[in-house]
C-alpha cells in the first residue's frame, strides 16, 4: 500500500516562505508523475504543480515563479518550495502520486497566510 505523508505546512505572514514536505514509502517518484495540490474552503481542489518522471514542471500561472516543484530521489520525497505568499495561498496542501492507473493522495498540510 503506497501511502504519502505531507509535512510543512503552518502559519506565515504575507511575503514569508515555506516549504513542504510529501514523503513516499517506497522508491516511487523517481518514476512517476506527482503533484501538489491545494484546497480553500469553499472551493474546488485545483493544482498547483507538477513534475513528470523526467523532471519537467508545470506551474499554475497564480504560483509561478513563485513556487518551485522539486524532488529528491534519494529520500523518496518531493518538495514544494513556496516563496512571497500571499493570503490568496492559504489552503490545504494535498500531494498526488500517479502510479500507471492508479493514484495515491496524501492527507494534507495547511498552510495559512496572514496579511
Known amino acids: 500500500q503506497v501511502q504519502l505523508v505531507e509535512s510543512g505546512g503552518g502559519l506565515v505572514q504575507t511575503g514569508g516562505s515555506l516549504r513542504l514536505s510529501c514523503a513516499a514509502s517506497?522508491?516511487?517518484?523517481?518514476?512517476?508523475?506527482v503533484a501538489w495540490y491545494r484546497q480553500a474552503p469553499g472551493k474546488q481542489r485545483e493544482l498547483v504543480a507538477s513534475?513528470?518522471?523526467?523532471?519537467?514542471?508545470n506551474y499554475a500561472d497564480s504560483v509561478k515563479e513563485r513556487f518551485t516543484i522539486s524532488r529528491d530521489n534519494a529520500k523518496n520525497t518531493v518538495y514544494l518550495q513556496m516563496d512571497s505568499l500571499k493570503p490568496e495561498d492559504t489552503a490545504a496542501y494535498y500531494c498526488?502520486?500517479?502510479?500507471?492507473?492508479?493514484?495515491?493522495w496524501g492527507q494534507g498540510t495547511q498552510v495559512t497566510v496572514s496579511s
Open positions: 498526488k502520486l500517479v502510479v500507471g492507473w492508479r493514484t495515491y
Open positions: 517506497g522508491s516511487l517518484f523517481s518514476n512517476n508523475f
Open positions: 513534475i513528470t518522471s523526467s523532471g519537467s514542471t
